[in-house]
């Protein structure tokens, strides 16, 4: 397997830059809707020391882009008292859609830019066509990713919000596993997880291409 090494340096500042802008969202929407927790636990900020967690936010993305899957990750979470969200539960989806929707953000920006300038089809040279693609893709694997309806992941504040007690009441019994119940999944079931990731960045990126009628 042929590995370069600035390209592994390139997805790693890639991936810092886009959990951390992930994390922020979240932490600048919950203040917005009345919670300081994360803004007084110094959160609201782009310095990559307080989002990034070792394992999630380097090892596993940087593997999988060396193992050629698709790019996911994720980030410290940041803390939130929904007690002081104004809407409660609403406004903890909110606060929730807010780290996807900025991954969103970004690899539509960055698609745009690709797509009008040529950069994202080495228009300009294989470095920044890597670069653009990368963008795109990862922001998408995040985005993904974090939207599986499974605690902690964003996904599961979204569902939370719009479920049954019953639903809810199974949310909250699996929140301390869940972590653990994503990990496993991913373990075990890599091949269909791949594919699934896959087949929903495709599908973004067909939306993107439709939008710039291509």
């Known amino acids: 397997m ?6 592994i340096l390139l997805v790693f500042v890639i991936v810092v830059g886009s959990v951390i802008l992930h994390e922020l969202s979240h932490g600048i929407v919950a203040y917005w ?13 782009l310095n990559p020391i307080k989002h ?17 899957a698709p790019v996911f990750g994720g980030a410290k979470p940041v ?13 903890m989806a909110l606060v929730a859609f807010a ?11 960055f698609f745009l830019i690709g797509h009008f300038t040529g950069l994202i089809y080495g228009s300009f040279g ?31 504040r979204i569902l939370y919000a719009i479920s049954p007690d019953s639903v809810r009441n199974f949310l909250l019994v699996i929140e301390q596993y869940g972590i653990f119940i994503v990990y496993m999944m991913i373990l075990f ?4 997880f791949s594919q699934l990731m896959i ?11 439709w939008i710039v009628g291509a």
């Open 2 to 7: 042929n590995i370069n090494i600035l390209y």
């Open 99 to 109: 780290g996807p929707f900025m991954n969103f953000l970004l690899a539509f920006i």
């Open 33 to 45: 809707l009345g919670d300081n927790t994360a803004k007084d636990a110094g959160r609201l900020t």
């Open 189 to 192: 079931f890599s091949n269909v």
């Open 52 to 68: 990034i967690d070792p394992y999630m936010s380097i090892l596993v993305p940087v593997v999988l882009y060396i193992l050629r």
């Open 126 to 156: 294989e470095l920044t066509e890597f670069i653009f693609k990368q963008i795109v893709f990862i922001n998408l694997g995040f985005m993904l990713f974090n939207l599986i309806p499974i605690p902690p992941l964003d996904g599961s």
């Open 79 to 91: 803390p939130i008292n929904s007690q002081n969200l104004k809407w409660k539960e609403w406004g």
């Open 199 to 209: 087949g929903g960045m495709d599908a973004v990126l067909g939306f993107f291409y």
